[in-house]
């Protein structure tokens, strides 16, 4: 009886020293917040890689985003090896060209910024902006993540050297605190640049101009997670802080509008763009998601006929993507993909002769090496990715967003969840993230017979088509 006792002191007190190293450290938010418990998904997470031989669930069948490119993030994030032995486990859907004589470590070049907004003629800006990354942060709202996650966002950005957009819920402290440079979405509830009656304020919008760190505004029109639905931002996350910033009432749900209620069509677009960049004196992007064919070519003849109402930039987000709460069929069935959507939209821009005005943002579940590399080779200037940078953050893929109970802090109402969020580490592991992931593209592009990412062309990356007993190659 005295040997249990011992025993069973022995374990508590075990557990009580686990218990406080897991409150006290930092590197891990799910310990932090699940002290002892946690454990159990380390441990789980750790013997499946071994184990699933033995009929664990494979690691390309998660949704929405699988175990491999998750584990890549987490790795690369954390600065650990993402070497893999005994060959690809995936089946890809699309494969990249080495060239015969790869690129020497003495011929590589450093990649070109490419200038957003134009600097004479209509439609020019006083600030144009030369982003020194390829690969940046997308819009996450403020209110939809939390402080601390919004702050590691911030620091990071900086330390990593890439843009930060602010998503559609407005400027806050955090966004600004790191020193990042910083991109101001306008969404069509004009979150944060609205006047008392939800319409266009050029005051907040100098006001905001003002920050040297605002780089870029850009007009919100859709989203991937939801075309054709403003945002939602449950009641019990619109705090007073919050209430603020959005310039509306606390502790009421915000949805926005469906679409901006001053834009209704391609001149009324033209005219806001152009109203945004003549007040901030700064390019001026549109967000959309691709849909009719039709719209796109009006809008960027109207564009060429008329360069005032040009845009800087365009983002365009494929339907697949999108970190926000939204209703399943338009998550799932509205929208076309970034597969489809990008090679659309860089066709029409450069049919219209607008390929050095406008430059192209993509965005849609592009959070790993190659499929950023198939989005340069496709023609983007720029990609931006929201969920891989939550990922870098120790998103677990929970599926709680919407919720406020986010058990990794990040998307998280609960003060005692967000706590298990530091910020400062955190934020490194966004710097790892963004720098090894433009390493990586690179060394595709160096493969490929680039001397850098900015050389990736379409006959760079060939399209597989699975077929019957195997694969079929379409160039592309």
Known sequence: MTILLVLLLVALAVVAAVYVHDIRQTQHTVLRNFPVIGHFRYFSETIGEYMRQYHYLPDWVERPFNRLERAWIYRTAKGISNLISFGSETAPAFAFRPAAFAVLEEEKTEWTPRRIGATEG????????????????????????????????????????????????????????????????????????????????????????????????????????????????????????????????????????????????????????????????????????????????????????????????????????????????????????????????????????????????????????????????????????ARGFMFALGCIQAMKCGSGHCPTGVTSADPRLIRGLDPTDKAVRVMHYAKRLRDEVEMIAHACGATSAAGLRPEHVTAIERGVGGFRNQDG
């Open 122 to 385: 209509p439609g020019a800006c006083r600030e144009p902006y030369d982003p020194p990354s390829f690969f940046n942060i997308s819009g996450m709202s403020y209110g939809a993540l939390s402080h601390a996650a919004v702050t590691a966002l911030s620091r990071g950005a900086r330390l990593g050297g890439v843009w930060l957009a602010t998503g559609e819920g407005g400027l806050a402290p955090y966004h600004l605190e790191g020193g990042c440079d910083v991109v101001m979405q306008i969404g069509t509830a004009k979150y944060g640049v609205r006047d008392e009656h939800g319409a266009l304020s050029e005051a907040r919008l100098r006001e905001i101009a003002a920050h040297p760190q605002v780089r870029m505004f850009e007009v919100k029109l859709a989203q991937g997670a939801k075309p054709g639905k403003g945002g939602i931002l449950p009641a019990a996350k619109v705090t007073a802080e919050i209430a603020a910033i959005r310039g509306i009432p606390q502790g009421q749900a915000s949805i926005s509008p469906n679409r901006h209620a001053d834009i209704a069509s391609i001149a009324e677009l033209g005219a806001f763009v152009a109203r945004v960049r003549r007040v901030t004196g700064k390019p001026v992007g549109v967000k959309f998601v691709m849909g009719q064919e039709g719209f796109l070519h009006d809008w960027f003849a109207d564009c060429a006929a008329h360069p005032a109402h040009c845009p800087d930039y365009v983002q365009v987000d494929g339907g697949e993507g999108g970190t926000g709460a939204a209703p399943a069929p338009l998550a799932d069935y509205v929208g076309l993909p970034i597969t489809q959507a990008l090679p659309l939209v860089v066709e029409a821009r450069d049919r219209h002769g607008l390929r050095e005005r406008i430059r192209i943002v993509a965005s849609g579940k592009l959070v790993t090496p190659e499929k950023v590399a198939w989005a340069l080779c496709m023609g983007a200037d720029y990609v931006s990715s």
